[in-house]
Nanobody, 123 residues
Framework: QVQLVESGGGLVQPGGSLRLSCAAS????????IGWFREVSGKEREAVSC????????WYGNSVKGRFTISTDNTKKMVYLQMNNLKAEDTALYYC????????????????WGQGTRVTVSS
């Protein structure tokens, strides 16, 4: 059974950094695509970043390019999202999601989802 558990959210000042973690279990990372998505109340879920484990390719949303970095530790089955130079508009509930095949697209229609971790950027 696929399980995803996010952690690392919190309150940070504008310009600060956070690293989100996603602990994956119940599947082999190399067969999957993992994505980070975020949701603000009243708005559609937004794709933040995805990584295709079959070829290592990554994708970033325009609003986070140059500030966020997705990475993995395959031995620990962890996926991370390093978030730098955070802005108020990055405030959201962040989800880790998994799809059981290599994807070249990063849309919020993945098959398995974690419970989310909240990020608040405020002074």
């Amino acid at each position: 059974q696929v399980q995803l558990v996010e952690s690392g959210g919190g309150l940070v000042q504008p310009g600060g950094s956070l690293r989100l973690s996603c602990a994956a279990s119940g599947f082999t990372l190399s067969d999957y695509t993992i994505g980070w998505f975020r949701e603000v109340s009243g708005k559609e879920r937004e794709a933040v970043s995805c990584i295709n484990f079959s070829d290592g390719s990554t994708w970033y949303g325009n609003s986070v390019k140059g500030r966020f970095t997705i990475s993995t530790d395959n031995t620990k089955k962890m996926v991370y999202l390093q978030m730098n130079n955070l802005k108020a508009e990055d405030t959201a509930l962040y989800y880790c999601a998994a799809e059981d095949y290599p994807r070249s697209t990063c849309y919020p229609d993945f098959g398995s989802w974690g419970q989310g971790t909240r990020v608040t950027v405020s002074s």
